[in-house]
């Protein structure tokens, strides 16, 4: 059985106040499930410090596909590893539109991360335009398929089904179009990585809440999720950790 992970993207929010967060999530109970906390870089070290003895995790949003160089204000995997992470998000769709990364890249970035003894956290989804032009399934199969290296195992990565559309706008997909995509990711997955694709956890991201967690877990293939607004706050991210901790018991 997939261990359930759920992983809280902070993206450019929190201060060292924030800190705060992450004392008050030492307590969390993630018996059943993996907890990651992804702050901004310069929170990871102090951030991992606070976690250190707990079942809690801390990761990184991004990270450079090289090891070192004249990058400027970049950061590798490896100095992310050493700051204490142990997860990074690689191609979330804000840095796929800001930054024009493409899959190719990413497909480097999760790379690095698997070098730095890294999990990545490989996201894709299809923008509103694509999923009314029916497209969405032959996106999120590219993505996959691009953004992934050879070398993706069941332990070294995750993927996140991010539809942007969903995307802090407080509008969620249907269980039925959550299980389509997952559905269709696995099969990719297992076509190209056999057991090991079997055994990857698929998250689903995108206005994920304490309200609507408990019906999205239920969704056959959804293995945890990738929580943006609702990760800012321990009680509210603690309240979707509980929904996932009951859903496992379930299941
Ligand atoms: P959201 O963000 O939960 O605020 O919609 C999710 C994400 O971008 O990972």
Known sequence: MRRKLITGNWKMNGRSASLEQIDALRQVDAAACDVVICPPFLL?????RLAGGTS?????????????????????ADMLSEAGARYVIVGHSERRTDQHETDA???GKAEAAYAAGLVAIVCVGETQA????????DVVKEQLLLSLPDGATAANTAVAYEPVWAIGTGKVPSEAQIAEVHGAM????VD???????????????????????????VADVDGALVGGASLKAADFGAIIASLNAAQGQS
Do not use: K, P
């Open 130 to 137: 694509q999923r009314d032009a029916g497209v969405t399934l």
């Open 56 to 76: 809690l995790a801390i990761g990184a949003q991004d990270c450079h596909h090289r090891v070192s160089g004249a990058h400027t204000g970049c950061l590798s």
């Open 192 to 218: 190209r990585f056999a057991g090991e694709g079997q055994g990857m956890r698929l998250l689903y991201g995108g206005s994920v809440n304490a309200t609507n967690a408990d019906s999205i877990f239920a």
């Open 186 to 189: 696995r099969a990719v997955l």
């Open 44 to 48: 990871i070290e102090a951030a991992s």
């Open 105 to 107: 890249l990413i497909a």
